[in-house]
C-alpha cells in the first residue's frame, strides 16, 4: 500500500473538518476523492502534504509513519501537492517556475535532464518558456502546474480540482494530462468538484462525507450506482452525456 | 533652464541613493509583509559603523561597505530570529509595527549611549570634490553615492534573479504556500531577507554618512521617507521601490532648484496623494 490514512482527524481552529478518515491508497492509478463541500476533500490532501496536522490518526507512506514531517521532508519522499489554487508564481518565468519545481534538486545535470522531460510531456513549457506565468490562460498555467511536478519525480501526486476556473477544452487537456501521468507509473489523488469528470479519469473513487469516507469503489461503478448519482454526482447519466456532449 | 537641469542631475544622483535605502525595507515586506520601522535606524547604524572604521583605523566609507554589510547581515538575522519570529504568524504583520519601532528605539538608545547625540560627519579628502561637467556642478561624492548605490541594487536584482536563494526569495514574495510546498523553507527565507535587507541598509548608511550629518535621532526622518518610496513605488516591489525613490528625489530636487526648498518635501507628499488617489497599490504594486 504506498498510502494509507488511519483514523484521521484535522481541521482549522476549534472546528475538526476530517472526523476520522480511514482510507487507503495502493500503488499506481488514480483515486478521485468526491464529495459535497466541506466534506474534506481537500482538507485531507493537506493533511497528507503536510500543511495541516491532524490532531488524532496517522498518515503512513509505504508504511512509514511520517508523523510530524512537514511538507518539504514529505517532497523528499515523493509526496508533490498541487494545490486548488492557481500555484505557480505570476512574476517569474515559465522557467522559473519549472526550475522552483527542482529547488531540492542540488545536482544541476539532474535538474535539466528533468526539466527536458517535463518540457517534453508538456511542449507549453518550451514554447512559453520566457513568459510570466501570471500571463498564460488558466489551462496553459496548469499545464506548467502539471509540468512542475515532474521535476522531483514524485511517486504520488496530490492534484486539488486541477479543472477549476477552466473552459471545457482546457478541462479535458487536464484529464488527458492526469491520465499521462497516471500512466508514467505514479499514484495520483484527485479532489475534483466536477465528480464525473473526476471518477471517468480514475480507477478508483472514495466518497467522503461530513468528515469521513463513506464508500470506497472502483470509479465506473460509482458512476453507474445511482443512489451516488443521485447523492454526490448532480445530474443523472443522461443529463451527464447531454453535458459532455455541449463540452465537446 | 540651468536651475532645472542643476536640480534633475542632483535628484538622480540622491535618487540612487534613497533607491539603495529603500530596496531593503521593500524586500522584507515583500517576503514577511512587515512593515519594518527599524530600516531608518538600520541605516543610521550602518552610517555609524562606518564613521567609527573611518576614525578610527582611516577606512574610507566605501571600502568599510563588506565589512559593515556582514556585520549588520548578522544583527538582522538575529533581529529576525529574536523578535520577528515568535510572533504567530497570523498576529505577525500587525505586531511587527510595534516590534520593529521597538528595535528602532533600542538602536537609537545603543547609538545615543556609544556615540552620545552629537551631530557627526565623515568627512573623507574628497568632501568637498567636485567636477564641472558642461557648466553643471557635479560633486565627486554624490556621484560615488549614486555609482555605489546602482552597483549594490544591480548585485541585488543579480541575487533575485539568477540564484536559487533569490528565486527562493520570489517565490515566497509571490505565493508562500506554493513556495512552501516545493521545499522552500520560508522561516529561514525569511530570516536571511531580513539580513539581506539589514546589509543593504549598511551599504545605504556608508553612503548616507558621507552625504549628511547625522546622530542618534536621524532615522525619524529616515523611515518616514523610505516609507513613502516603497508606498509609492508599490510594497514588495524593488523595481517600485527604485521608481519611487527617483520620482521622489528628482520631483523634490527640481522644486527646490526652480522654485524654493521650503516647497521641496511638500511635493514628494502631493505626488504620494495623487499616485495613491489613482493606483492605491503604488506604481508597481499589485492589488490585495
Redesign the interface.
Known amino acids: 500500500m504506498l498510502l494509507r490514512i488511519e483514523r484521521v482527524v484535522a481541521g482549522y481552529g476549534a472546528g475538526d473538518v476530517l472526523r476520522g478518515i480511514d482510507l487507503d491508497v495502493a500503488e499506481g492509478g488514480v483515486t478521485c476523492l468526491i464529495g459535497p463541500n466541506g466534506a474534506g476533500k481537500s482538507t485531507l490532501l493537506r493533511t497528507v502534504s503536510g500543511l495541516l496536522r491532524p490532531s488524532r490518526g496517522r498518515v503512513l507512506f509505504r508504511g512509514e509513519d511520517l508523523g510530524r514531517r512537514g511538507p518539504r521532508e514529505r517532497l523528499l519522499l515523493g509526496i508533490v501537492h498541487v494545490p486548488q489554487e492557481r500555484s505557480l508564481f505570476p512574476a517569474m518565468t515559465v522557467r522559473d517556475n519549472l526550475l522552483m519545481g527542482g529547488y531540492l534538486l542540488r545536482d544541476q545535470r539532474l535538474l535539466r535532464e528533468r526539466i527536458d522531460r517535463a518540457v517534453a510531456a508538456f511542449p507549453i513549457c518550451a514554447r512559453r518558456a520566457g513568459a510570466h506565468a501570471g500571463s498564460l490562460s488558466g489551462g496553459e498555467q496548469k499545464q506548467v502546474e502539471l509540468a512542475r511536478t515532474l521535476l522531483l519525480d514524485p511517486a504520488l501526486v496530490l492534484l486539488d480540482e486541477p479543472s477549476i476556473g477552466l473552459d471545457p477544452r482546457s478541462r479535458r487537456q487536464v484529464f488527458e494530462s492526469v491520465r499521462q501521468l497516471a500512466g508514467a507509473g505514479r499514484t495520483i489523488l484527485l479532489v475534483e468538484q466536477n465528480a464525473r469528470s473526476g471518477l471517468a479519469a480514475a480507477d478508483t473513487g472514495a466518497v467522503l462525507d461530513g468528515g469521513v469516507v463513506r464508500l470506497v469503489a472502483p470509479a465506473a461503478r460509482l458512476l453507474d450506482d445511482p443512489e451516488v448519482a443521485r447523492l454526490y454526482l448532480g445530474a443523472g447519466p443522461a443529463e451527464h452525456k447531454a453535458e459532455r456532449s455541449r463540452d465537446e | 533652464m540651468h536651475a532645472l537641469v542643476q536640480g534633475l542631475i542632483l535628484g538622480v544622483l540622491t535618487g540612487g541613493v534613497y533607491a539603495l535605502m529603500a530596496s531593503g525595507q521593500t524586500l522584507v515586506f515583500g517576503i514577511m509583509k512587515v512593515v519594518n520601522l527599524a530600516q531608518g535606524a538600520l541605516v543610521v547604524l550602518g552610517a555609524y559603523l562606518s564613521y567609527q572604521l573611518f576614525v578610527s583605523y582611516g577606512i574610507d566609507p566605501f571600502l568599510a561597505i563588506p565589512v559593515t554589510a556582514v556585520v549588520m547581515f548578522a544583527l538582522g538575522v538575529g533581529v529576525h530570529l529574536a523578535v520577528l519570529r515568535p510572533l504567530r504568524r497570523e498576529d505577525r504583520a500587525e505586531l511587527s509595527l510595534l516590534v520593529t519601532f521597538a528595535v528602532a528605539l533600542l538602536i537609537e538608545g545603543v547609538i545615543g549611549v556609544v556615540w552620545n547625540t552629537t551631530r557627526r560627519s565623515i568627512n573623507t579628502s574628497y568632501a568637498n570634490d567636485s567636477w564641472t561637467v558642461a557648466g553643471y556642478q557635479i560633486t565627486v561624492v554624490r556621484f560615488a553615492a549614486f555609482a555605489l548605490s546602482a552597483a549594490a541594487l544591480g548585485l541585488l536584482i543579480l541575487l533575485l534573479h539568477r540564484t536559487?536563494f533569490g528565486?527562493?526569495v520570489?517565490?515566497t514574495v509571490?505565493?508562500p504556500?506554493?513556495?512552501?510546498?516545493?521545499?522552500?523553507?520560508a522561516e529561514r527565507v525569511a530570516a536571511l531577507g531580513f539580513g539581506l535587507g539589514a546589509a543593504t541598509a549598511a551599504a545605504a548608511g556608508s553612503v548616507y554618512g558621507l552625504l549628511y550629518p547625522f546622530n542618534a535621532g536621524s532615522h525619524y526622518d529616515l523611515i518616514s521617507l523610505l516609507l513613502s518610496i516603497v508606498v509609492l513605488g508599490g510594497l514588495g516591489s524593488i523595481g517600485g521601490a527604485i521608481a519611487g525613490a527617483m520620482i521622489i528625489s528628482v520631483s523634490s530636487a527640481v522644486v527646490a532648484s526652480t522654485i524654493s526648498p521650503s516647497w521641496a518635501p511638500m511635493t514628494f507628499f502631493v505626488l504620494l496623494l495623487a499616485v495613491l488617489l489613482v493606483r492605491p497599490q503604488g506604481l508597481f504594486g499589485r492589488p490585495a
Not at chain 2, 177 to 185: Q, Y
Open positions: 536559487r528565486r527562493a520570489r517565490a509571490q505565493n504556500e506554493s513556495a512552501r510546498l516545493l521545499g522552500v523553507r
